[in-house]
């Protein structure tokens, strides 16, 4: 039986759950007998019946060591990296550090299940430099789908690890800075040992597209149209639901948000300075009183969730609208697999009651873009750090494997793959144990 204690000579990788898998992020960093955490998210899943279940990482092996484990770091607020600290926080009880946006996102979960004032939150600029226990951490903006996605630069006497967390090369990101390549190329001259990189895409040749690009299309698209328009795509994706804003001011179209989730993410967007002062919202309540042509309602729903406000409004049991036939729905986001059957009674719903219908899927503009890097970005971001070597993460096996394939053609001379479990060595020297934990999961209710 190996100890699985990190000494002084030891700095360990360890993912508890996303490595092998998209979805319920859990990474832990091992040096000098004490733990870091990364990231502690869900993932949804629909059982046999049909009812949406929510599951976690099991975090048993760092609850039983509670006492060694000196913080948990979260990198954003996708519900793949956030969602489960509310839930499994009483079985840690370690500080939290993560940007204000993510912060201001969490404590409002926190609020829901009474335990805000249990947990310690450490709120740090995104440009933060932080010791936590053994390990020295560095905060490094990316570029993703949501404000304020952070890679962490993690260092100990050993090495430096560059943990992308998801990003993408966004040159546009409408809110936000775009993506910095000095700061890349400024880390790959200090030196960077590891790369810990998200794989979500790697199968994908090219590049992503840019969140501006999204918003032209958005006006093009919204333009020629009459009656109402709904928009409904991801609420965490703040960026998007400033193009479309932007894009109805453009129209003459009023905006309207209704659906609470969506909501919550504009009110985290304005606290925190994201949402530009000249894009005033509209009270949802009012809407349906104004002119249908000078209307345009944010909603959520886009994956055909029945009790998203989206649906509510085809089947007209909605308490602020009623959808009229030449009212036009847009599906600005991309159906995640699972959800296809869901997306598909919703549209059907849609069509009864004669609402056209553009969805980003088959729509001849691209009305939505990907918050991961394809095959281009990959190669450009190991060309800029030199890492020594690469661990792909945040990725299904061929996912990954297309990932370490793409570092290897870009230099690396070390890629290490693995799945949740397993004892990724980064130093003293280079090594996958298989299995050091069982690999398993907990449905959170
Ligand atoms: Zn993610
Ligand atoms: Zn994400």
């Given at each position: 039986?190996m ?5 002084i ?19 832990l ?15 949804f899943?629909?059982?046999p ?7 976690s990482a099991?975090?048993s092996?760092?609850?039983s ?9 979260i ?13 499994l ?7 939290v550090?993560?940007t204000p ?7 409002a979960?926190?609020?829901?299940l009474?335990i805000e ?12 430099k ?11 903006l ?9 890679a962490l630069?993690?260092e ?5 690890v560059f ?5 993408k090369?966004?040159?546009n990101p ?13 880390l790959?001259q ?27 299309n958005?006006?093009?698209?919204i ?14 994706n ?17 905006v309207?948000v209704?659906?609470?989730s969506?909501q ?7 606290t ?13 309540r009012?809407l349906?009183?104004?002119?249908k ?8 729903g886009?994956?055909g969730e ?29 159906t995640i ?9 919703l ?11 553009i ?6 503009l ?14 450009k971001?190991?060309?800029w750090?030199?890492?020594?070597c ?14 370490a ?18 004892l ?5 020297i280079r090594s996958v144990?298989?299995g050091?934990?069982p690999?398993?999961?907990f449905?959170?209710v």
């Open positions: 039986m100890n699985l204690t990190p000494s000579h030891d700095f360990w990788f360890l993912p508890l759950g996303g490595c092998g898998e998209i979805g319920m992020n859990m990474n960093y091992g040096h000098n007998g004490q733990w870091l955490m990364v990231d502690c998210g869900v993932t899943e629909k059982s019946q049909g009812q949406d279940r929510t599951y099991d975090p092996f760092i609850a060591r509670k006492d060694s484990l000196c913080g948990l770091v990198t954003h607020a996708h519900q793949d990296h956030i969602g489960a600290v509310a839930n926080w009483p079985q840690l009880r370690c500080p550090y993560t946006f993510t912060a201001f996102i969490l404590r979960k926190l609020r829901e009474g004032q249990n947990v310690p939150i450490h709120e740090v600029p995104v440009n933060a932080v010791n936590i226990g053994p390990f020295a951490l560095t905060w490094f990316q570029t993703h789908s949501i404000p304020e996605p952070c630069i993690i100990t006497h050993l090495g430096r943990h992308t967390a998801d990003w090369l966004d040159p409408v809110i936000g800075q775009p993506f910095n390549q000095q700061a890349f190329e400024h790959g200090k030196g960077c040992d590891v790369v810990v990189c998200d794989s979500t895409n790697a199968t994908i040749a090219g590049h992503s597209i840019s969140e501006a690009e999204v918003g032209r958005l006006v093009k698209t333009k020629p149209l009459k009656g109402r328009v709904l928009v409904t795509c991801f609420g965490s703040v960026a998007r639901l400033v193009s479309i804003t932007r894009a109805a001011k453009k129209c003459g179209r009023y309207g209704i659906g609470r969506m919550l993410m504009i009110n985290a967007a304005k925190t300075g994201y949402w530009p002062d000249d894009l005033p919202l509209a009270d949802a009012h349906g009183y104004l002119p042509e000078e209307v345009l309602i944010l909603t959520t886009s994956q029945p009790r998203a406000s989206l649906a509510r409004m085809a089947k007209q049991t909605h308490p602020f609208l009623e959808l009229d036939p030449d009212d036009t729905v847009i599906f600005s986001a991309k697999p699972g959800n296809e059957d869901a997306v598909a009674k549209t059907s719903q849609l069509k009864l009651r004669k609402v056209d219908i969805h980003a899927q088959t729509s001849s691209c009305l939505h873009a990907s918050g991961h890097p394809c095959q281009d970005e990959l190669q971001v190991y060309t750090l030199k890492p020594r690469v661990i792909p993460v945040h990725g299904e096996q061929q996912h990954m494997q297309a990932n394939n793409i570092a290897k053609q870009a230099g690396t001379k070390y890629t290490l793959t693995g799945k949740n479990g397993d990724f060595t980064l130093a003293p144990k298989k050091v934990t690999e398993r999961r449905e959170i």
